[in-house]
């Protein structure tokens, strides 16, 4: 079976650096994805890890660790629109797709105050 | 925009009826996947569709169904509907093969009253 967890919450202030922690449990690896989704809107793909190490796309980078589990999305200079949540989910392959349906966790609610 | 496009946008009905959601998936994309999320359950897989045959189910109902037509447009048909299928319905494509990311449709609002 399959297990996520994630910070239900959490705030930080504008400009600041944040970063928001996820730890899984998943039969067979097949990497980590992570989605940001504002409040009523679609999930919006932002990363997908799959070896370990930290890769950057711009303001947001991902971290990977698979001996433990542990991944962590890393937002920097913080801006009033990355309120949303951050949703961490594993695939899981099946006939027909290379990396098969998403498992998500809870998602990590994020607001920035100014 | 992520390339899929799902409607309607926004659907109310009464319980007891039965609804359909249609889904068209990014050009070139063989899978489609439902998603249901309500506020007490997060995002949770319903179904797939690969090339117009389904590859997985998840915790569906069986009041509900789903298919994909040759043109890989899908359609999720829920009956019988009850208050507790409210929810947020999304659709997500993805091209089956390579990094296989699953990209997003905007979401159909089902009200049930």
């Known amino acids: 079976g399959q297990n996520i967890d994630q910070p239900t919450e959490m705030t930080a202030t504008e400009g600041a650096i944040v970063q928001i922690n996820c730890t899984y449990q998943?039969?067979?690896?097949?990497?980590l994805f992570w989605y940001q989704q504002h409040a009523g809107e679609a999930p919006t793909f932002l990363s997908y890890?799959?070896?370990?190490g930290l890769e950057e796309k711009g303001r947001f980078s991902s971290f990977l660790s698979r001996s433990k589990g542990y991944s962590y999305l890393l937002l920097k200079e913080l801006q009033m629109k990355d309120s949303a949540s951050y949703l961490c989910?594993?695939?899981?392959?099946?006939?027909?797709?290379?990396?098969?349906?998403?498992?998500f966790g809870r998602g990590t609610q994020l607001t920035v105050w100014p | 925009d992520s390339g899929v496009t799902q409607t309607p946008k926004h659907l109310i009905t009464a319980t007891g009826q039965r609804v359909t959601l249609r889904c068209s998936p990014r050009?070139?994309?063989?899978?489609v996947y439902w998603y249901q999320q309500s506020l007490d359950q997060g995002l949770q897989f319903l179904i797939q569709?690969?090339?117009?045959?389904?590859?997985a189910k998840g915790n569906i109902l069986e009041r509900f169904s789903a298919q994909q037509f040759p043109d890989l447009h899908s359609e999720l048909n829920l009956s019988s509907l009850e208050l507790g299928d409210s929810a947020l319905y999304f659709c997500?494509?993805?091209?089956?093969?390579?990094?296989?990311?699953?990209?997003f449709g905007p979401g159909t609002r089902l009200t049930v009253l």
């Open positions: 890890n799959v070896l370990d």
């Open positions: 050009s070139g994309d063989l899978s």
């Open positions: 998943t039969s067979g690896f097949n990497g």
């Open positions: 569709y690969y090339n117009g045959e389904e590859r």
């Open positions: 997500a494509s993805s091209p089956g093969t390579g990094t296989d990311t699953q990209y």
């Open positions: 989910a594993v695939p899981i392959p099946n006939r027909g797709s290379t990396l098969g349906r998403l498992y």
